[in-house]
Nanobody
Framework: QVHLVESGGGSVQVGGSLRLSCKNT?????TAWFRQAPGTEREAVAI????????YYGNFVKGRFTISRDDAENTMSLQMNRLNPDDTAMYYC???????????????????WGQGTQVTVSS
């Protein structure tokens, strides 16, 4: 069984940046970052499909984050800039092989998850 392993979370101040990484992603068609704050549902932050140049971003991203995947290095990353307190959450790497031409944005469609990495943004 392949395990997804996240790294790169931490605490930053408003306006700061963090880069999250997830290992062991290259066997999956769809790879994604989700986040979940206490008392909220898990939501899609960014999703990228193998070989696809057009990733999906949640509306709240507003050009601040960039998702990328390097299948040769077997990793996926999320560069997060201009962070604000609303970005505080546990961030999860997820992966799956969608039977459809596109990747799903519903967390329930992903069967493979990392353990999560905490991102905390303070004002």
């Amino acid at each position: 069984q392949v395990h997804l392993v996240e790294s790169g979370g931490g605490s930053v101040q408003v306006g700061g940046s963090l880069r999250l990484s997830c290992k062991n992603t290259n066997i999956w068609k769809c790879t994604a970052w989700f986040r979940q704050a206490p008392g909220t549902e898990r939501e899609a932050v960014a999703i990228i499909k193998r070989g696809d140049s057009g990733p999906y971003y949640g509306n709240f991203v507003k050009g601040r984050f960039t998702i990328s995947r390097d299948d040769a290095e077997n990793t996926m990353s999320l560069q997060m800039n201009r962070l604000n307190p609303d970005d505080t959450a546990m961030y999860y790497c997820a992966a799956d092989d969608s039977p459809r031409p596109w990747c799903e944005i519903d967390a329930a469609r992903y069967a493979n998850w990392g353990q999560g990495t905490q991102v905390t943004v303070s004002s």
